[in-house]
Each structure stands twice: as C-alpha cells, then as structure tokens.
C-alpha cells in the first residue's frame, strides 16, 4: 500500500518567521500528483498547493513554496512571513494520475501549525 | 462557481442506531465523489468513491455503505452504528476526465459520535 509520512505531528512558529513542514511518500509511480491542504479548526479544507511529479520545478503560491525532492520522494511545504491565519492542521497527500486514480488521494498523518504573535 | 455541502454538521448516535450522511455537489456536472474519515489525530482515510451513479467502490471493508442516486448527490449509511464508526466524515468531489488536476474540493465535514 501506498504510504505518506508526515514525521512532524506538531510544529511551532513565530508571526512573521519561516517555518517548514515534512513529507516523505512511497511510491512505484513515475506520474503523480502531490499536495498541501489546510484543515483550519472548524473550517474547510483547503488545497494549499500543488505538484505534478513530472515538472522539476518547485511549485510556488505566494508565501507558500514547495521543496520536491522526487528521488528521495520527499515533499516539503515552506511557509514564508507566516500569519496568524496559518494555523491549521496540514496534510500531505498523493495521487496517482490516470484513470479512475484521479482523486484517490493518499493523506499523511496532519501536522499541526500554531503560530505565536 | 462550485460549492459542496453536507449535513449534518453533527451527529451524537447510540450504537445499533443507523445513519445517513448526505453530500450535495452544485455548480458542475458529472464529478468524481468521495468519502473520507478522519479519526482523530489520523489522517484521512478514503472509504469510498464513486464515477457516475450507482457506481460506487469501496476501498476498505467496513459497517458502512455509500450509494449515489443522483449525479451530485452522495450518502453514507450505515444499518448499526459501531462505537468505531465515530470520526470526521469528509465529502469531496474533484474533476472527472483528463482535465482532473487530482484536487480534491472537500465539504464542511460531519462530526459522528457514537455512544
């Protein structure tokens, strides 16, 4: 079975600071897709970014980067100028492309984001 | 735009007792539709998809059913609850078709406590 790790059950960071959050998965796929979502505390998730596995560069949404690292299949989020509104529970997940795979995502465990003002 | 709703938002059921959770997709046609649980300090688990109406696929075995009468609309049931059958329950829908990015758009979640 497929897996992803989210090594990190809690991370802290201060207003304004970077913090970065892991993710390593396993897979036998060559395409496949990799995301960041945000679980606010009684709110929606949210899909924070996105990777393709077959584009070598990293994945960029404003204060939110990427670090893909396809040969040690591992996929960190860094957060940049963090904000009190980032504080959230973060999943990892993957998909494999193709077929009725679209949308069979695979999460990690979550992480837990504070960030203290 | 697109919006996904389900209910009820909360959920407080004796064991033995069945269940309905229902999931609504507006503003598209022909979604992908998906339930996941999310037990506590877990990730989420898919417990079942669907591609078009009454076509439904689990992926683990367990108390619980999914059915799709409608193009936009999914359920879970179950006929007897299970104290193990608590968690946060997720519907999603995404894309169908080579246009499918893999994203997930994700409702507002239900919360199920069985006592």
């Known amino acids: 079975a497929q897996t992803v790790t989210q090594s990190q059950p809690e991370m802290s960071v201060q207003e304004a600071e970077t913090v970065t959050l892991s993710c390593t998965y396993d897979?036998?796929?060559?395409?496949?897709?990799l995301f960041w979502y945000k679980q606010p505390p009684s709110r929606q998730m949210i899909l924070v970014i996105r990777?393709?596995?077959?584009?070598?560069q990293n994945a960029t949404e404003n204060r939110f980067s990427v670090n893909f690292q396809k040969a040690a299949k591992s996929f960190s989020l860094k957060i940049s100028d963090s904000q009190l509104g980032d504080a959230a529970m973060y999943f990892c997940?993957?998909?494999?492309?193709?077929?009725?795979?679209?949308?069979?995502?695979?999460f990690g465990q979550g992480t837990i984001l504070t960030v203290h003002p | 735009s697109q919006t996904i709703h389900q209910w009820p938002a909360t959920l407080v059921q004796p064991v033995g007792s069945p269940l309905s959770l229902e999931c609504t997709v507006e503003g598209t046609s022909n979604p992908n539709l998906y339930w996941y649980r999310q037990a506590a300090g877990r990730g989420l688990q898919l417990l079942f998809y669907s591609v078009g109406i009454g076509q439904i696929s689990s992926e683990v075995p367990q108390n619980l059913s999914a059915s799709r009468p409608q193009d936009r609309q999914f359920i879970l049931s179950s006929k007897k609850l299970l104290l193990s059958d608590s968690g946060f329950y997720l519907c999603a829908w995404s894309i169908r078709g080579v246009v499918n990015t893999g994203e997930l758009f994700f409702g507002e979640g239900s919360r199920l406590t069985v006592l």
């Open positions: 997940a993957k998909a494999n492309a193709g077929g009725t795979s679209y949308g069979k995502l695979t």
């Open positions: 990777q393709e596995a077959y584009k070598q």
């Open positions: 897979t036998s796929e060559s395409d496949y897709y």
